[in-house]
């Protein structure tokens, strides 16, 4: 037992050092979660955009960049889920990869929905001086071969966790030396996959 | 005054004028002129190098010329540099490079053209060229200095057009990760400027003059120079700078009297008095019609293909489609763009209201510098 309280002790002391607990001031703070929604958010919107062929072309390709530019580079990877028989298959996409699959799907129709409102963790100051946060999203599925068809040839339920990363930059605006929070985003991973009841 | 706060007063000015007695400028500057014909012979920098040598030292640094250099004279100047940076006294040292000749970007890097490089083949680049992140950059840096300053006038064209057509377009590239740095260029990444009818270049003139003001921190040099050129190229010429630096800097302190004037350029050619009638044609853009014209670009009824012209016409009211565009959240910044990337967005996101939070326009009426929300 006392061992296991060195242990719990020990790894305590590795993890706060790993993050630093400084609070953030608290505009920082409401900056830093407006910010990172309004990424995620237009990550939201792409992703649908994209997915929709009914959409014009030209929209659909403009955003696949835009989408691209969310992220902190094309290196990030979109993890992507699918169920077949009651199994989950995982693959890992490079975005840009991502999204052009996403683009080229061999249906009918894609309809991808966001299900629920973003949920996110605070915002960590990390060793490297930069700043992470988590992100939820909560995706719908749907997928028909035969436009005619309501009922979905595939769908699925998806909760998905995007890594964001903030690293303070510099400018120069007016006459002064300004800091930048650009947050970015990183690898988005897949938490649970279900099929619709 | 008291007693105690006159004596607090002295103490303050003592320690402030002991640290900038401290203070140890160092400078190297390059100007290359004498290149091949193959290359192209540039008329100025020599003449933008000598000037600004002067200049440095009427700044209090202590200054390596070089003109017309080669590969190996470059190469051993940038070594002699980073000694006499790392000989000084750790984090009171302030570096300086300069240099006017021919320059290109190539695989993510800036390229200093040597007057001997003999350029067949794209590989030659890095062989035959000098790299600025690499060599110049990375070496200022590894010195401890307190600060350094780069500053290019070399966005001229690309010299070596036959073999290196697939490097696109001309210039040079901004920097990433110049960290306590700050880099100034002659145009904004990846376009060319002007070289200038006069004794100099036409951005080197402009930032001979705006040095010789006292009393000005370093940004407000940039953005005095960035003012004029925009002015004097007819809105064609739109200079770059990026920092990452946390102190400041002045080139000619507030309290002393501004030196001799070293360099003046000739009179206004004839180029730039054409582009001044040129730029007569002014644009009328108030922020309410902005406002109403970039909220536009996201209606979603309005077919994207109208929305793509309607946007290649907003981009005519910008001094030049990299113009500076800040999105904010509040009172921050969140994002620092250019005006070709926000109207590109713009034109992909869901229905959403513009508010502009500031917008400086030039003589013209057109926008050089823009801040606004996005909701």
Known sequence: ?????????????????????????????????????????????????????????????????????????????????????????????????????????????????????????????????????????????????????DIPDYSDRTEKAIDITIKPDTTIV???????????????????????K | MSFPRTFLVVLVLLISTNALAQEKRVALVIGNSKYSKEVGMLPNPVNDATDMASQLKNSGFEVQLITDATYAQMREAVKQFYDKLSAGPKDQVVGLFY???????????????????????????ARLCLPVQRVVLSNMQRANSRMNIIILDACRNNPFPATTRALGNGGLGEMADARGSFVAYATAPGSVASDGAGKNGLYTQELLKAMNMPG??????????????????????????????????????????????????????????????????????????????????????????????AKERVLKYFVVP?????????????????????????????????TITAIENSDSGRIVELSLEIE
């Open chain 2, 99 to 125: 240099y006017a000749g021919h320059g290109l970007q190539y695989q993510n890097e800036n390229y200093l053209v040597p007057v001997d490089a003999a350029v067949q083949y794209e590989d030659d680049i």
């Open chain 2, 322 to 354: 990299y113009a500076k565009v800040y999105t904010m959240i509040g009172p921050r910044i969140d994002e620092r763009l250019t005006a070709s990337k926000l109207l590109d967005r713009l034109v992909t996101l869901p229905e959403s209201t513009i």
């Open chain 1, 1 to 149: 037992m006392r061992r296991i309280i060195f242990l719990n002790f020990i790894l305590l002391l590795l993890s706060s050092s790993a993050f630093a607990q400084t609070e953030l001031p608290e505009d920082l703070k409401e900056y830093f979660k407006k910010s990172i929604l309004a990424k995620v958010k237009r990550l939201e919107h792409y992703i649908t955009l994209i997915a929709d062929k009914s959409k014009d072309e030209g929209l659909r390709k403009s955003s696949i960049n835009q989408a691209v530019e969310l992220f902190e580079d094309e290196n990030k990877k979109v993890q992507i889920s699918s169920m077949k028989n009651g199994v989950q298959t995982v693959v890992d996409r490079p975005v840009r990869t991502y999204f052009d699959r996403l683009y080229a799907i061999t249906a009918d129709r894609v309809d991808i929905t966001f299900y629920e409102v973003i949920q996110l963790t605070d915002v960590r100051l990390g060793p490297d001086k930069r700043y992470y946060a988590t992100a939820y999203i909560f995706q719908d599925t749907k997928i028909y071969y035969n436009s005619h068809s």
């Open chain 2, 216 to 309: 000005l921190l370093i940004e407000q040099v940039f953005k005095e120079v960035r003012r004029n050129v925009l002015h004097l190229s007819g809105e064609k010429q739109y200079t770059w700078d990026s920092s990452n630096i946390l102190g400041d800097f002045y080139f000619i302190p507030g309290n002393q009297p501004a030196p001799v004037v070293i360099a003046r350029a000739d009179p206004p050619p004839s180029a730039i008095a054409k582009n001044e009638a040129k730029r007569e044609m002014n644009v009328v853009v108030t922020k309410e019609s902005l406002e109403k014209e970039l909220t536009a670009l996201t209606n979603q009824s309005i077919p994207f293909k109208d929305r793509q012209v």
């Open chain 1, 174 to 196: 007016g006459d002064k030396t300004v800091v930048l929070y650009p947050a970015k985003l990183g690898n988005i991973n897949v938490k649970e996959t279900k099929s619709p």
